[in-house]
């Protein structure tokens, strides 16, 4: 949704407030400066996509961004939430391909644009899942939470019925922690 630049950056300044075009779907997004940049990291401009980062969907609050999904709950390409954004045939044509496989793909189409200058192998700081080892793509997403004292205070008899496998807890190692409703009050 946008590209951020430090805004000390000598380099960049000239381009803060601009426009420039994404490559492949021909969309115009905004160049943005915040000190969350650091000037001796890669290139120093950091694309800016708020749906898939928690620091990204924080500069996307602060800068008013918009926060589009494009994966959908199973890690693969949507342009559903792109709809209205009016997107490329190019776009279109990577609807429903799995992300991993359309990173490859998106190099590769940048690639024949002669838009590539080049790649790096690097390792990132994307988080896994404790139970599976899966990579956590983030994604907004409806969450909700309880108060588990107080479900489990009005109704004593979950506790039996985690207890005999008739409710099941994910991680099922949280089982252990389960305690008779005497000892935790």
């Not at 690097?122 to 896994?128: A, H, L, M, S, W």
């Amino acid at each position: 949704m946008a590209i951020c630049v430090n805004p000390e950056d000598e380099r960049y300044k000239k381009f803060v407030g601009k426009e420039v075009i994404v490559p492949l779907i021909n969309r115009k997004i905004p160049v943005i400066a915040d000190e969350y940049v650091t000037t001796d990291f890669g290139t120093g401009a950091l694309k800016v996509t708020p749906a898939h980062d928690k620091n990204d969907n924080e500069l996307g609050k602060k800068h008013n961004l918009k926060a589009l999904n494009t994966l959908d709950a199973e890690g693969k390409f949507t342009a559903e939430e792109l709809m209205e954004e009016n997107p490329s045939t190019q776009v279109l044509s990577y609807n429903g391909i799995d992300r991993f496989e359309l990173r490859k793909t998106i190099a590769e189409d940048i690639a024949a644009l002669g838009q590539l200058q080049k790649t790096e192998d690097y390792k990132g700081q994307v988080g896994t899942s404790e139970r599976t080892g899966a990579i956590i793509e983030s994604r907004l997403s409806l969450q909700w939470f309880m108060d588990m004292k107080k479900f489990i205070g009005q109704n004593p008899e979950v506790i039996n019925s985690v207890a005999n496998d008739e409710i099941k807890l994910h991680p099922t190692k949280l089982k252990k922690y389960l305690q008779p409703l005497d000892e935790q009050y």
